[in-house]
Structures are given as structure tokens and as C-alpha cells.
């Protein structure tokens, strides 16, 4: 069984409507939640860490969540730029290695 | 440099040829992680290093995969007599301190190897 689940797997929008995208996870003692984008050829690139339940972060039209089992990315306004894959990592106590998802391809139609 | 580089950024290579694979982290940081992407697939776990101790090998596939780091510098990843199967991106990331709870990764851009 996956510790760390991602859906839906590929999501296709239009400009401007809004979405979220899951991650679930079934790790005991969670030490970090990590959002990471990651663009066709090239490395995943850092977008938020959290912490713990109730915890939320923004970066301008992307905002997350966390509960105790599962942490959105909510998109609002989605632009096509926005368009690229993203990963959710969950890194477990008493672990030095996040266990990452496979991700959603999020598609963004102008 | 301002974030973590790799090289070469593209190897093609011949199946049975040994491949070296080059990771500079980010200055400072003291935890260095190489993972696998293989095409269409998610970020596969190979080798963690904190400081130039491997602690974690525990992803690497077989032995002919091995990784050596230089103190808090820069790691390579030697892969032996290569075979198709070990066409992938190689993905290096480097974080503060893995021990640390404040351990978000950086990524580099990646070495894209194909294996003929």
C-alpha cells in the first residue's frame, strides 16, 4: 500500500477555474508535508512545507492545506503558466528520506 | 552558485559502459539525496548522504550502482557496465540538514541518461 497518494492523476482546466488537488498519506508521525512543481524536463522546484493539522501556506494563486491525513492544493484562477506536474512528499519520524507521490499533471487551457 | 547544478546534463552511452554522474549542492548544505525518474513515473529513492557518511543506501538498485561524496560538496554517482533499463533522469537534491525538521529539498535540473 502507498504511503502517499496523489489525485486525481491528470487534471485538465480552464483559465481562470479554480480546482484543488489531493494528497493522502498514511505515515504515523509526520514530520513535513512537502508541495514541489515540477515542469516537463526539469527538476522538481520547492513550493511549501507544512507542518501540522490546520496548518496553510500561500504563494500567489496556489494555496495548501494539511489535515492529519491529507493535505490540498488549492489552485484559484489557474493561469496556463501554472500548467506542470506537482509532487507531494511526506517525510515520517524517525525517517531522513521524504517518500514522495506520483503526482498530478495539471493542464491549464487558455 | 545560488542552487544545486548537475552534470553532464545529457549521457548517452552504450550498454556496458560505465557512467559518472556529477552533483553540486547547494553551499551549506549539509544532506545530498539522488533519486531516479524513470519516464512517466515518480521521484524513486537511490542514496542519502549526510555530510560524505552514506547512512541510507538502501534505494540503490544493485551494485553496480555505487555514490561517493566529498565532505559537504559535491557527489557523483558511478553507475558499472550500464544496461537499458537504467535510462532515466537522475535527480540530485540537497537540503540544510537532514536531520533537521526543516529539511525541504532542493532540486538540481536533473541528468537525462540513455543507455543504447
Known amino acids: 500500500e502507498d504511503q502517499v497518494t496523489q489525485s486525481p492523476e491528470a487534471l485538465r482546466l480552464q483559465e481562470g477555474e479554480s480546482s484543488s488537488l489531493n494528497c493522502s498519506y498514511t505515515?504515523?508521525?509526520?514530520?513535513?508535508l512537502f508541495w514541489y512543481r515540477q515542469d516537463p524536463g526539469k527538476g522538481p522546484e520547492f513550493l511549501f512545507t507544512?507542518?501540522?493539522a490546520g496548518e496553510e501556506k500561500e504563494k500567489e494563486r496556489l494555496k495548501a492545506t494539511l489535515t492529519k491525513k491529507e493535505s490540498f492544493l488549492h489552485i484559484t484562477a489557474p493561469k496556463p503558466e501554472d500548467s506542470a506536474t506537482y509532487l507531494c512528499a511526506v517525510r515520517e519520524g524517525g525517517s531522513y528520506i521524504p517518500t514522495f507521490g506520483r503526482g498530478t499533471s495539471l493542464i491549464v487551457h487558455p | 552558485g545560488a542552487g544545486v547544478s548537475q552534470s553532464p546534463s545529457n549521457k548517452v552511452t552504450e550498454k556496458g559502459k560505465d557512467v559518472e554522474l556529477r552533483c553540486d549542492p547547494i553551499s551549506g548544505h549539509t544532506a545530498l539525496y539522488w533519486y531516479r525518474q524513470r519516464l512517466g513515473q515518480g521521484l524513486e529513492f537511490l542514496i542519502y548522504?549526510?555530510?560524505?557518511?552514506?547512512?541510507?543506501k538502501s534505494g540503490l538498485p544493485s551494485d553496480r550502482f555505487s555514490a561517493e561524496r566529498t565532505g559537504e560538496s559535491v557527489s557523483t554517482l558511478t553507475i558499472q557496465r550500464t544496461q537499458q533499463e537504467d535510462s532515466a533522469v537522475y535527480l540530485c537534491?540537497?537540503?540544510?540538514?537532514?536531520?533537521?525538521?526543516?529539511?525541504?529539498?532542493?532540486f538540481g535540473p536533473g541528468t537525462r541518461l540513455t543507455v543504447l
Open positions: 507544512l507542518y501540522s
Open positions: 548522504f549526510q555530510g560524505n557518511s552514506a547512512p541510507d
Open positions: 537534491a540537497s537540503s540544510l540538514d537532514g536531520g533537521s525538521v526543516y529539511n525541504e529539498q532542493f
Open positions: 505515515v504515523s508521525g509526520l514530520r513535513g
